[in-house]
């Protein structure tokens, strides 16, 4: 056996050992996902017991029998909704539609960005962007231009004396040469034309952990599986958190209604929050007095998986089986990475070999 056939032949034993522990992971994200079907409910009664009782009183104080009685058929209804979406295989199904849908916007992104180029002088088109994007008289505008120009910063002490001083834009200007000018543009217009040509070709289809229907073989591929059921799970617990919400709402125990990307950027990080109990989001509103105890605030239903795998102690031992089943594949990922670069390495050189001196290297052994 060669290296090269020695190495392939880690790569597979790698991935029928993951193949092998698969139907356990399986059994760790399902029992994961029971655990949290039985508890939604208490969790979501507990977080609007919270608001209805502490956050406020008054506003459900105000609501008739009939009202409550609605409010908690209500309550039920979704999270009896919500937990029948709540498996493995629809969770699956959400996290490729997710990524699909990735997909999709990065083409657009590509397809705007090409494009602007082959329409040419990408700065007039953004000045009559500018332009005709100018707010009504009397609005606040917010431009991306610097609010000061670099002339207006005092110089540095900690600049090196001996270093030779830059000459200055216009003197630049004046002292080149229009056959230098000549080049510079064609080399921009030669990257120009070599990006746009990268932008049309269409990049080769990559396999997607969710092409099978099962979990991958390949370490890499069920990392990137994992991660998208994580998101798939937080995106099904922020869908219920907005449907409670809007009930809340519609009864009139909440008065404001936070759209959906603010909850998903308060999910991703991106925002800070005011201290809260478990799955309630407390935040600002952006009018009112900036701080003080008449500051203004609203306090919201959002469920997440950390507030609930501490409400759950038995959600919170599955987490750890299913951290430490992650934490394998992560190890198998790098390896399984080394040695694949081992393989291309290794078929590149006798390519190369095969090349130089076809008559003397043998063909390649089938992959």
């Known amino acids: 056996m060669t290296v090269l056939e020695a190495a392939r032949q880690q790569l597979t034993d790698l991935e029928t050992q993951l193949s092998a522990s698969n139907p356990q992971l399986y059994r ?12 939604l409910l208490n969790t ?14 008054d506003r459900y104080l105000e609501l008739d029998a009939s009202q409550r009685q609605v409010l908690h058929r209500r309550l039920r ?3 009896q909704r919500a937990t029948s979406l709540l498996t493995v295989e629809h969770l699956a199904h959400l996290a490729s539609q997710m990524a699909r849908e990735q997909h999709r916007q990065r083409q657009r992104r590509r397809s705007r960005l090409l494009e602007a180029l082959e329409q040419g002088e990408p700065s007039e088109s953004l000045a009559d962007a500018d332009e005709s994007d100018q707010p009504p008289h009397g609005s606040v505008h917010l431009g991306l231009a610097l609010p000061i120009g670099a002339d207006f910063l005092p110089t540095s002490s900690f600049a090196i004396s001996s270093a030779p001083q830059a000459p200055s834009l216009a003197s630049d200007a004046a002292d080149t040469d229009p ?21 049309e070709q269409s990049p080769p289809r990559a396999p997607t952990p969710w092409d099978g229907g099962s979990l991958p073989s390949e370490p890499a ?15 099904r617990l922020r869908n219920l958190s907005h449907a409670l919400n809007v009930e809340l709402l519609r009864l009139g125990l909440s008065r404001t209604l936070l759209p959906v990307s603010l909850l998903d950027a308060v999910l991703a990080g991106q925002l800070d929050t005011l201290e809260a109990p ?11 007095p900036d701080a003080g105890p008449a500051r203004l605030e609203t306090m919201t239903v959002l469920l997440r998986p950390d507030d609930l795998e501490l409400a759950l102690p038995k ?12 934490q394998e594949v992560r190890r198998m990922a790098q390896h399984y990475r080394r040695i694949q670069r081992r393989v291309q390495a290794l078929e590149a050189e006798q390519l190369w070999l095969q090349d130089i001196n076809p ?3 043998p063909p390649l052994p089938p992959t």
Do not use: K
Request: charged fraction near 15%; aromatic fraction near 8%.
């Open 77 to 79: 209804s979704l999270v």
């Open 179 to 199: 056959g230098e000018e000549g080049e510079q543009d064609s080399a921009m217009q030669a990257m120009a034309e070599a990006f746009s040509e990268w932008l």
């Open 221 to 235: 591929l069920l990392m990137a599986w994992i991660a998208g059921f994580e998101l798939a799970l937080s995106r």
């Open 278 to 288: 478990a799955n309630l989001l407390r935040l600002p509103l952006p009018f009112g």
């Open 44 to 57: 979501v009664q507990q977080a609007c017991f919270h608001l209805a009782t502490q956050a406020y009183p």
């Open 359 to 361: 008559a003397q290297t």
């Open 315 to 326: 959600l919170r031992t599955c987490r750890t089986r299913i951290q430490q089943h992650r």
């Open 28 to 39: 760790h994200l399902a029992l994961y996902l029971q655990v949290l079907r039985d508890g």
